[in-house]
Structures are given as structure tokens and as C-alpha cells.
């Protein structure tokens, strides 16, 4: 059997995989091991939604859910949809409230769930935006390791945005309410990125599991000083906020108990990967995405309130993180196909976002979109009015906890870095081409882009 | 779970962190569903054998169980977990009964085997052409040899091979390939049409053959057609094929054997040990439960490797050695489990739990495992009194290989010369 039969194809333009006697497309498995589903996913998932709502990949022994109403109907059902780890991520990162339910999981995402929300996130928005100016203030600062490559002739300066800035800012930010002193930011990227390109036992699954240890070593005594002794969050004005979050984990009270150290790391664990990787390439994927319409762009210099819809509209058109595992409690029956209790059932968040049932000309980045809720995340989600919220962050109990720090983090960061960035733009020749029309610019695909090369002009 | 009173939530405190030393780096998933492992399905699992015993796959969903005791202790374990049967990899889309089970059909068609061996051995060594020319053996005689008992016995009437070709191809098509799955559709819906006309035909006839014993039973076309494609028709000519490609490729053997024919029964046990036709199986936990140093989650794929499983060498001296006189292999059929005079046996039928009958009674049909040993036996004697000086044919080494994933090993081309 060959592993990769996929050829690569034109972007939007599906490979023929044969089809059925009355026509109907179909789907071979082994494109989801594919360079080319990575690449150019949508015309597959395009595939799935209008002809196999639920696609039974027994290749795989799994199922896909790609519909938006089918995947928010399945959020919200926790209990006929459960959270039970087959191995998704609680073989890095251990059990955490991924993957609780009901009480249990509500009682655990409390804990620092208020953390990342509300007053005590507002307060703290100042620290974030120092944070980014920090960053900025080491491309020119000699030794930092992050300069700017300055050419003299012309005065262009090149930056590459992932190792200047968006590799380090979200996970100094969340170091920041974890209470990870700041010492530790050297392993920060190396953690959360080994972690979690290690979840759902790929190739560098081992790699995971060293950073996942490497991450335990490093903590194991703050949380033994911790329980000992919280430590605070402080605001602008150095009033309390909260105590920091390894803090409130290693004194919060479950059923009359404290958490382990185990549960505790493993907790610090999803807060690291979680509050990294995905603020990453939101930032990476935002900005690749804008610099590429520059109608688009202009608008948003002109206009900085138009962050917030840009990083709405990037999470809907491409989302760094795919989907959600689910296992059904109970024999189901959708759409026609039998899924036997215990399956895994993947709700493809990528493929709802472009349901052309709910969102018009999906393939199309456009901020400007009507039929897109940009407004505050909400766990419930938001429908009416014509109005969809996007599903990068899921909806219903498990709604991504970090949502409204990482969408404060990409615009915060985004209009900070937008002031030492004058006249922007991509620097093509360091940027990988699509492998089909070589003349452009490689697409995002699935998950985010690893660099970012950016030309700016200096004074 | 319940889902009053304790809310239908519960945590789940079972460790399943992995540690650095636990990582299964040695073997990459996808080597599990490569080319390379349709060719040869021991290496790999053999890997996993001796280093994770039940190995977490990720890509495929499952896991592997690749030691004897384990995988055999799924096998009779029937309280945790359960086989599905191949229809239902087409997802509820066609449905019948399975009346595989039903005495009435497992007697008729033991009748009718056993009625026809003679005359179908007779008739296909026969036809063999005479001169220096090189015979396919699979083709010409153990693939013919199965399709005509079987044929005989499922419909002694017209188109009994058609019905055969037809269930063949929804079996096949109860594999990841969707292509195949869609030709399964359309040959499910002909075969279901093609027994509605047999059913009829039958229905007041002496029971002859299994389907008038099910139009006997008041089988639905569909039920009959369902009945057919469980059937296993697969292991007796693959069985029979590997164990003359392992005879003919190990010549000290196959001496021995023309010396002292007896030992064909043994030699037929140890091809299938050495070689099953059926590589690997899939069982599923019907609930949560925690084995082999893991916590199996409700609805988890376990996946049996026979071929791992028959080379462990736990349990085998020399596992990769193809020896009919092995001491360390049960030699008789294990009534309902693995082991018999303490040794055990081959995997290659799934016996499931075992039997509290003390014996079997005497006018029960023999177990399928014992009609195709029978047939296979009285065969290869055949095969080697007809053909004593039977060769391979130079310059055309035979192979072995798995037609699909989860599909069957076997030989496909032996070519000898007969004279």
C-alpha cells in the first residue's frame, strides 16, 4: 500500500479519487497522510461536508464530523459526546481537565479559567503590552539574539516575525500569569512546540515527552515553594489581583482535596502548550494573511480597530488548531452511518469554519465579512442575525479557556508591533513558494506557518 | 454510566501520561500500513512483540497485541471484549442476520463437504494438463479444490460460483478502500437478488445444500446473502497454498513428510502456525478495562497479530523455522481453547470462549477449525501421492504476501513441475 498516493494539486482544486456509480466523489484515506491534504485541505473537507456528512475513515478507525451544525450540536452534548483520553493529549501532557466532563471538568477550568478573562485580565493588559515592547526594544539592542538584519545601502531592515517576536510573546504572557519566573523563556518555545507537535503520537512524539519531562523538572520545586508560600499577580498600581496560577492550583480544593504535583504539572503542561503554540501562529497566521491583501492591510492601519474582526476572520479562514476528539457514550446514528459507542469521533473545527452552509465564499479572506460574529468569544457561541461565530476556539463547556487572552494577546501584540513596523511587507525570497504555482506564496494549510520574513523600512 | 445521580460524569485518575523511557520510537506507525508490511506482516509486529507488547497505534487507532498468551486470552475472553462482524464495516447500510451458526447450516454443509472431497479432488488432480510444462498449484488445485467444495455446498444448483465471486467482493470491500466498498454495495445488492431467485427455488426442497437449509429456515435473501459473506472461504485455500510453497521452498521438510506421510497433518499445523492466513484480527473492548498495563477505553481496537503471535518465542523454539516436527505445537484441535496436552497451538481460527461441554457431542458438526484441517490433510496426501516427485519450477520463486490490510496472507502463484 502506498502511503502517499495524493498527487499534489492546484490550490482549491480537489485530486480525483474516483467515484461512485451515481457519481458521487470519493474519499481515499490516505490523503489524510498526505503532503497534499496539509496544503490544500479544503476542497477535501468540501468533499466530505456536501457528500459524507460523517466519513467513516477505516483506515484511520475513526470518524469525521465536518458540518458547523453537526460539530456545535456535538459540543454541546458532553455527555453523549465524551471527553474520555484515547490518547490524544494526555500521553504528553497527562491527565488534565481536557479530558473531564460535567463537574469535575467544570471544577478544574475554574481554577484558572478567571485568570484569563475579565477584570483580572484587563488589569493586567498594560504588563501584556509592555511584554510586546520589550520584545521590539531587543531587534536593535546588540547581543539579544533577535536583531533585525539592517542593510545599509538601502536602510531595509529584515526580521523574521516568529523568532523576533511571536515565538516568545504569548508564552511570556502566560508565563506571566502562571508565575513562571521569566528566566525560563529560553525553554518556553522549545517546550510548548516539542509538546505539542508531539500530541496524538506523531513522529516527534518522543520528542514531546523529554520536553514534557524537561518542563516537570523545572517546576517540580516552584510548586513544592508554592504550596509553601503563593505568589501574587499585581496590577499597574501593585494592588493583588489574584495569586498566580501554579499558586491557586497547588492551594484549590477539589471535593476537600488539594491536586497532586501530577495533576498540578500536567495542568501547567496544557496552560504551556495551549497558551503557546496557538497564540503563535495566530500572530504568524494574521499577519501572513493580511500582508497578502493589501486592501485589507491598509484598512487596518487606518483603522486599529479592525484587529479584532482581522483576528476573527483569520481564526475562521485558517485556524492552527484542526479540530477536537470526541468518543460517542452511545451507539448513533447521523446521517445515515451507524457509529458504535466508543468511537473517536473528530469534530473538524478547519472544515466547519469554511461550511459554505453558514459562512458565503468561505476560500475567501475577507475582514470585512457580514455573516462572522467578531465580538467577544462567547462560550455559547453566537448565531443569529445571520451571524456565526467561528469554531477555532469550539464552543459549549470546553471552549478553548484561553480564548479571550490570546485574542487580546494577537491584537494587542498586532497594534504594538504595527507602530515599529513602517512600511511592512513580505520578504518573498526567504519564503517558501507553493510546490504547484511557484510564483506564489506557500499556503497556510493546516496549522500555522513556521516563519514569517518581514521587510521594514527604518529611519 | 449513569446519568441521574451521579451527574453521567466521572474523572478518569487512571495514569496515562507517558515517560520518556516509555516511548515506542522504535517502531513508526506507519510502517504498520506500508507496503512493506503487506509483504512481510512479522517483522514489524515482531518488533512490537519483544518491546511494547500492547502498542499504543496512533495513526491507525488501535492496539496492537502481539504475544501469544495475550492475544489468545482476547480470543476467549468474551466478556470484555467482542468481534463485529464484516457487514458492519459498511456502517448499517446493509443489514441481514447472520444463521452462520444455526446447526441446521453447519450440518449441511459438513454433509456436503464431506460428500464431495473425493470426487473434487479426483476431478481437479485430473485435469491437471500432462507434460513438462510448469502447473500454478494455487491456482489449478488449492484455490480450485476450495471453490468447488464450497460451491458444492453452498448451492449445488446454478450460480454457485457467481454467489461465491459475489460474497468475495463484499468482503473485500469491508476494508479501508473505498473503492472496494462501493463495488461491496452493488455486489451485496446482486447477491441479494441472485439468492431471492435461489431462496425461491429451494424453498419445500430437501435440505441439499446451506441454501435450502436456510430457505429452510425461512432465511430473507438478505439474511442469506449476510450468511454467505460471513462465511469464511478464505482460510482453507490460503492455508492450503502457504503450506505448499513452505513444503516445496523447504526441501528437507517436505522429505521427511514424503518419508513418513503422517506428519502432512503436522506440517499442515505448522503452516499454520509459521504462515496464517489470517495475519491479524480485530476484537473491540465492549467496555472500558484496564490490560496489558493500560487502560483499554470503551470501543478501543484491539488488533491481534496471529503472525506475531505464532512466532513468539515464548512460546516456540526457532520461531521463523518451518519444522513439521516440532515438539513445542499442540497437535491436535484444541477444543475451545489454545492449549491441549499443555502446548499451544496455532492461532488461526478465533475459538472464543471455551466449552463447558466435558465433550463434544457426538452428532454436533466438527468444528469448522476440524473440516478445514479434514480437508486440507486428505488434499495435500493427495497432491503428494498423484505428484511424488513434484518440484518447484526453476526461476519463478513463490512468495507470500497480504492481499490487503486485515486481509489474507497467502501465496498466489506457486508454479511446479509435476511430472
Redesign the interface.
Known amino acids: 500500500m502506498s502511503p502517499h498516493p495524493i498527487e499534489l494539486m492546484a490550490l482549491g482544486q480537489a485530486f480525483d479519487m474516483g467515484c461512485g456509480p451515481d457519481g458521487t466523489p470519493l474519499i481515499d484515506p490516505r490523503l489524510f497522510d498526505s503532503a497534499e491534504f496539509r496544503r490544500n485541505p479544503y476542497p477535501y473537507y468540501r468533499i466530505m461536508r456536501d457528500h459524507y456528512p460523517v466519513f467513516h475513515d477505516r483506515l484511520h478507525n475513526c470518524y469525521y464530523v465536518t458540518r458547523y451544525e453537526d460539530i456545535t450540536a456535538c459540543y454541546f452534548d458532553e455527555v453523549g459526546f465524551n471527553t474520555i483520553p484515547k490518547g490524544s493529549s494526555s500521553g504528553v501532557l497527562g491527565n488534565t481537565q481536557l479530558e473531564l466532563s460535567g463537574l469535575e471538568h467544570r471544577r478544574r477550568r475554574n481554577i484558572y479559567g478567571r485568570h484569563l478573562v475579565g477584570a483580572a485580565l484587563t488589569k493586567r493588559l498594560p504588563s501584556i503590552e509592555r511584554i510586546a515592547q520589550d520584545l521590539i526594544a531587543e531587534w536593535f539592542t546588540a547581543g539579544s539574539g533577535k536583531e533585525a538584519e539592517v542593510d545599509p545601502n538601502s536602510g531595509t531592515a529584515t526580521i523574521e516575525l516568529g523568532k523576533a517576536f511571536a515565538n516568545e510573546f504569548p508564552i511570556s504572557v502566560v508565563a506571566d500569569v502562571l508565575g513562571i519566573p521569566q528566566d525560563a523563556r529560553a525553554q518556553f518555545t522549545w517546550w510548548y512546540d516539542a509538546m505539542m507537535s508531539g500530541l496524538g503520537g506523531s513522529e516527534t512524539h518522543h520528542d514531546g515527552l523529554v520536553a514534557r519531562q524537561d518542563l516537570e523538572d523545572y517546576v517540580e520545586d516552584l510548586v513544592a515553594e508554592r504550596r509553601a508560600a503563593p505568589t501574587f499577580l499585581y496590577d499597574d498600581e501593585g494592588n493583588v489581583v489574584a495569586m498566580d496560577i501554579i499558586s491557586e492550583l497547588c492551594h484549590a480544593e477539589i471535593d476537600g482535596d488539594v491536586m497532586s504535583t501530577e495533576e498540578v504539572t500536567s495542568n501547567i503542561a496544557l496552560v504551556v502548550g495551549g497558551g503557546g503554540e496557538t497564540t503563535r501562529g495566530a500572530i504568524m497566521n494574521l499577519w501572513y494573511l493580511l500582508l497578502q491583501h493589501p486592501d485589507q492591510w491598509q484598512a487596518v492601519q487606518a483603522d486599529s480597530d479592525l484587529w479584532q474582526p482581522a483576528f476573527h476572520e483569520m481564526l475562521r479562514h485558517s485556524t492552527s488548531i484542526g479540530g477536537q476528539p470526541r468518543h460517542n457514550t452511545f451507539d448513533v446514528e447521523m446521517h445515515g452511518v451507524h457509529v458504535p459507542a466508543g468511537s473517536l469521533m473528530h469534530m473538524v473545527d478547519v472544515s466547519a469554519n469554511h461550511d459554505d452552509r453558514i459562512f458565503a465564499d468561505p476560500e475567501r479572506f475577507d475582514i470585512f465579512r457580514s455573516d462572522l460574529y467578531s465580538e467577544k468569544i462567547l462560550r455559547s457561541g453566537h448565531n443569529k442575525d445571520g451571524r456565526y461565530s467561528h469554531m477555532a476556539f469550539g464552543v459549549g463547556p470546553h471552549l478553548c479557556p484561553g480564548a479571550w487572552i490570546s485574542h487580546q494577546e494577537a491584537v494587542l501584540g498586532s497594534q504594538v508591533l504595527v507602530g515599529a513596523l513602517p512600511n511592512v511587507r513580505i520578504n518573498r525570497e526567504r519564503m517558501p513558494s507553493d510546490k504547484v504555482a511557484t510564483n506564489e506564496l506557500a499556503p497556510i494549510g493546516l496549522g500555522a506557518i513556521r516563519t514569517l520574513w518581514l521587510d521594514f523600512d527604518t529611519p | ?1 449513569t ?1 441521574d445521580g451521579r ?7 487512571v ?6 523511557g ?4 522504535l517502531v ?3 510502517d504498520l ?3 512493506d ?2 509483504g512481510d506482516p512479522f517483522t514489524v509486529p515482531g518488533v512490537l512483540r519483544e518491546n511494547y507488547p500492547c502498542f ?7 492496539f496492537w497485541l502481539t504475544r501469544y498468551d495475550d492475544v489468545t486470552s482476547v480470543f476467549v475472553d468474551d466478556a470484555n471484549f467482542e468481534t ?1 462482524p464484516r457487514m ?2 459498511y ?3 446493509m443489514s441481514g442476520h447472520d444463521l452462520g451458526a444455526e446447526p441446521e447450516v453447519q450440518q449441511v454443509l459438513t454433509r456436503q463437504i464431506d460428500a464431495a472431497i473425493v470426487p473434487v479432488l479426483d476431478r481437479t488432480l485430473d485435469s491437471l494438463p500432462d507434460g513438462a510444462a510448469p502447473v500454478d498449484l494455487v491456482s489449478a488445485v488449492t484455490d480450485q479444490l476450495a471453490h468447488d467444495l464450497f460451491a458444492h455446498a453452498i448451492s449445488t444448483g446454478r450460480h454457485c460460483s457467481e454467489l461465491l465471486e459475489l460474497a468475495r467482493i463484499v468482503r473485500g470491500g469491508a ?5 472496494d466498498r ?1 463495488a461491496g454495495q ?1 455486489a451485496f445488492a446482486d447477491l441479494v437478488k441472485m439468492l431471492e431467485l435461489v431462496l425461491a427455488a429451494n424453498k419445500g426442497a430437501p435440505e441439499r445444500d446451506m441454501v435450502a437449509a436456510l430457505a429452510e429456515l425461512g432465511a430473507s435473501a438478505a439474511d442469506a446473502a449476510t450468511t454467505l459473506v460471513e462465511l469464511d472461504t478464505e482460510t482453507l485455500p490460503a492455508s492450503l497454498a502457504n503450506l505448499w510453497c513452505l513444503l516445496l521452498t523447504n526441501k528437507a521438510q517436505l522429505d521427511q513428510v514424503v518419508a513418513e506421510p503422517r506428519l502432512m497433518k503436522f506440517a499442515y499445523l505448522e503452516a499454520l502456525r509459521h504462515s496464517p492466513p489470517t495475519a491479524t484480527t480485530d476484537r ?2 465492549k467496555h472500558e478495562v484496564e490490560r496489558f498495563g493500560r487502560l483499554l ?5 484491539v488488533h491481534l497479530s496471529a503472525a506475531a503471535a505464532n512466532r513468539d518465542p515464548r512460546q516456540f523454539v526457532d520461531p521463523d523455522n518451518f519444522d513439521v516436527t516440532r515438539k513445542d505445537l499442540c497437535q491436535r484441535e484444541p477444543r475451545g481453547q489454545y492449549r491441549a496436552d499443555g502446548l499451544p497451538a496455532p492461532i488461526v481460527f478465533g475459538h472464543g470462549k471455551p466449552s463447558v461441554l466435558p465433550a463434544r457431542p457426538k452428532e454436533s458438526p466438527r468444528s469448522r477449525f476440524a473440516l478445514t484441517l479434514d480437508i486440507a490433510v486428505a488434499a495435500s496426501l493427495a497432491v503428494l501421492e498423484r505428484f511424488p516427485a513434484m518440484q518447484l519450477a526453476p526461476d519463478a520463486p513463490p512468495s507470500m504476501r497480504l492481499d ?2 486485515g486481509g489474507t496472507y497467502r501465496c498466489r502463484d506457486l508454479l511446479v513441475n509435476i511430472s
Open positions: 454510566m446519568v451527574r453521567g460524569f466521572r474523572s478518569y485518575e495514569y496515562q501520561r507517558e515517560r520518556v516509555e516511548t515506542t520510537n513508526n506507525p506507519r500500513i506500508a507496503d508490511y503487506l499504543r497505534d496512533w495513526v491507525g487507532n488501535r463485529r458492519s464495516a456502517g448499517g447500510s476494508g479501508w478502500n473505498e473503492r462501493v452493488a473491540y473492548a477505553p470503551q470501543g478501543a481496537l490487503r490490510l
